[in-house]
């Protein structure tokens, strides 16, 4: 009797550690996908914050996404638009402390004209320069379409 | 606070201006710099908030008064600046707490304690974020691993905690600035006596002191205010 208990013992312990690697590289498996897929998602989200949200990316960027992960940039920039429009504030702007209202900008890509700004409306063309408030360059400036002029 | 309607002269304007700079916008940057700092969410300063929206719509108005009544140029576009400073430091601590809920959403949501450190629209927010980022991982991984392995908190049914859930890292060090005098601490923050007086272990901040330590043993000094965060 003693002798049967102990084989079964021994047979149990087997696949009992069969299925402890199986089950233990499933996890780590898990961890690995998961941690893949949760820092693009990181990177998207920091994308989000940087280029605009809603706003159509650069075409090398977009061409890299997966289907799910665009869904992923839509659904969050609804969601911070949605929050912004609750508080009635544009959390999105001013990345940067201000040193003056007014900044100069030129610009690099051509962007039509009749571009509605915050106090009046512009001609973008190739190149031109404006003289424009801080707040609405900003986005301009984040997507590559505009440059500030220091000097 | 007189609204901002009608002109204003240049003695009520000095004193709101020394108003604002003693209350409001000095707790606002303190507020902000400790949110910065800090390695988790700090309580949701609301009455800060809406006073300081309020009082930046005060500034739109009184600018836009001189832009048409054609005041001196010069210190409109000063107090311009001001009002773009201020704004930069309102939405500057939005975002600031907003990416933090963005990084650490499962753990805020779970415990009780924090969520209460949010305001209701950060916690809508909140839910939104859990909400797109489990569809997503759904989508992606968790459909395709098999059924006991799917939990998107837990790494199998059989873990005993929610191993998955990433958590803010409350032992990093951070600069804090001693503003009231606190009582002597141990340095691994509890507070009872050993027994024995033994002085190397005690720890007491004057009022001016620069120090750079743990942020866990003083969470509760940072929230009581007597310490803050450069």
Redesign the interface.
Known sequence: MQEEGLEVLTARTADHYGALIH?LS??RN??C??AY??NR?DII?DLA?KVGLLHELPREIQEKF?D??E??FK??S???K??MS??S???N??MV??K??YIKVRVLEDLGSGIILSDKSANFARHSMHFLK?TDAEQYIARGLMEELTS | MASGAGEWSTAQMDDYETLISTTDVELLKRAWRNEKAAPEILPFEEALVKRAKEQIQLMEETVDEFAESGHDPLIASLYQMDLDRAQFLLRSYLRVRLQKIEKFMFYIWKSDAYRHRLSTEEEKFGERCIRDIGKHLEETVLSKLPDNYQSLLKQSIISEEDDMVPEPQLDTFVVAKCQRATRPLFLDGSRQSAGFDNRDDHFQMVPGDLCILRYRPFQEELMSGNISLV
Do not use: G, T
Request: charged share 25%; glycine share 0%; aromatic share 12%.
């Open positions: 089950h499933l996890i898990k961890r996908l998961m897929v949760y998602a989200r914050w997966s799910s992960e869904q992923y659904d969050h609804k969601s911070l949605s929050y609750q508080l504030l544009n959390v702007v001013d402390p201000p003056d209202p801080r």
